[in-house]
């Protein structure tokens, strides 16, 4: 159990779990999708839907269509209980396919503009048009490049 009631550091916790599900929300995830996230990124030890929704004051169900996005996301992960049929969730702090869909989304985006920019009726259209196509592209580029620093530094601490 995640002791977000009971200790000094309770209310830290409280207003991290807030804070990531209202940033989860600024993206159009839904809060819950970043309370239960950041929930499991706090927890010890993997936690039951149960436990999930009790700490957090959701339904059960709420927990686990929540839980189960977290999964499709790579966010979380999801393992059996020993003797039970309960299923037990810990978190993915860095999810590869979560930025993957980041990357498709900008990369479909780019190419949005890029066709914008194609059809555009002036050139001061065309010219702010091509202007985001520049940044996303820069973006997409980025992140593509520390995704793949991050994923070398784990291969690197895997061999030691």
């Known amino acids: 159990m995640l002791n977000i009631e009971n200790d000094a550091k309770a209310e830290g916790r409280r207003r991290f779990i807030d804070d990531v599900g209202r940033y989860f929300a600024g993206w159009g995830l839904g809060p819950a999708l970043g309370r239960i996230w950041a929930y499991l990124l706090l927890s010890p030890r993997p936690a039951s839907l149960d436990l999930i929704a009790t700490d957090l004051g959701i339904s059960k169900s709420g927990a686990s269509v929540t839980t189960r ?27 590869g396919r979560f930025f993957d869909q980041i990357l498709s989304t900008y990369r479909e985006l780019t190419r949005l503009l890029e066709a914008g920019a194609a059809v555009s009726p002036d050139d001061a259209v065309r010219t702010r048009l091509e202007g985001s196509v520049e940044f996303f592209r820069a973006w997409v580029d980025e992140l593509e490049k520390l995704i793949g620093r991050v994923e070398e530094a784990r291969r690197s601490e895997v061999r030691r």
């Open 69 to 95: 996005q977290l999964e499709q996301f790579l966010l979380a992960r999801r393992s059996g209980q020993p003797g039970t049929r309960r299923a037990l969730y810990e978190a993915n702090p860095m999810s």
